[in-house]
């Protein structure tokens, strides 16, 4: 499937009326604008201050999030913590089609220690790419602060490698914005934040952010890799 000429139209311009509008009112286009949407909560401090403002705005959105069976301890607590003051109904775990037992029979123990880029694709792309074949669009936290990767991002946008309309409210935000958010709406978030992980992915790939580096520099420490391929091909 490709987007067609004025589908892409409608893209670019939702892109361009929106670039300077809040991130609930985004939202709230998104869930008008897009048929079937979902948004993906990896419970980051980002996808916490979105969760918190989409069930504001509607407490029946659909949400999901990629479970790798090898999060932190403090991930699932948190995705616990936040069933218990949100509630989010319509949350979905999304689990790779391969155990943990079955990757290790098939590519030997510890795959994410050799092959990084294809444990991800087992254990978050694929899963995604699945998932998302049934939605019309989906909603992140990237920002364009986070990484070069990132810079380019808009508000809206066209996701070919799945297919469908992407979303990024807080695409302008800076981190001081996302803890500004978090403090004054007393948004639970996971406590690694406060022991420098800025950024917080798998277990045995996340480590803590030295003074200097970049933010995404504790994911994947010693490959040269920075994205798990759901916004990037790396």
């Known amino acids: ?16 009326t929106y670039e300077e509008a809040n991130p609930e009112d985004i939202l709230r286009e998104a869930l008008r604008k897009v ?6 909560c990896s419970f980051g401090a980002e996808d916490m201050v979105l969760l918190d403002m989409l069930m504001s705005i509607d407490p029946s959105a659909d949400v999901f999030y990629l479970d790798t069976n090898v999060l932190f301890p403090e991930t699932y607590d948190l995705i616990e913590r936040a069933v218990a003051k949100y509630g989010i109904p319509n949350l979905h775990q999304v689990l ?17 220690s050799r092959d990084p880029n294809l444990c991800c694709k087992i254990r978050k792309v694929e899963p995604l790419a699945d998932f998302l074949a049934g939605y019309d669009g989906w909603i992140t936290g990237i920002r364009r602060e986070q990484a070069p990767t990132r810079r380019n991002a808009k508000v809206f946008e066209w996701d070919a490698k799945f297919n469908i309309v992407k979303v990024n409210p807080l695409v302008r935000w800076t981190e ?18 406060d022991h420098n992980y ?11 952010v030295k003074p200097g580096e970049d933010p995404r520099s504790g994911r994947w420490a010693g490959f040269d890799k920075t994205e798990c391929g759901l916004h990037a091909d790396k």
């Open 96 to 112: 790779p089609r391969l155990t943990l037992e079955e990757q290790a029979e098939q590519y030997g123990d510890a795959l994410w």
């Open 198 to 208: 800025p950024s917080i992915g798998c277990l045995h790939c996340t480590r803590p």
């Open 1 to 16: 499937m490709t987007v067609t000429l004025e589908e892409a139209a409608w893209i670019e311009e939702w892109a361009n």
């Open 35 to 40: 048929p079937r949407i979902t948004f993906a």
């Open 176 to 193: 001081k914005d996302v803890w500004n958010y978090i403090v004054e709406h007393g948004v639970p978030y996971n406590p690694l934040h």
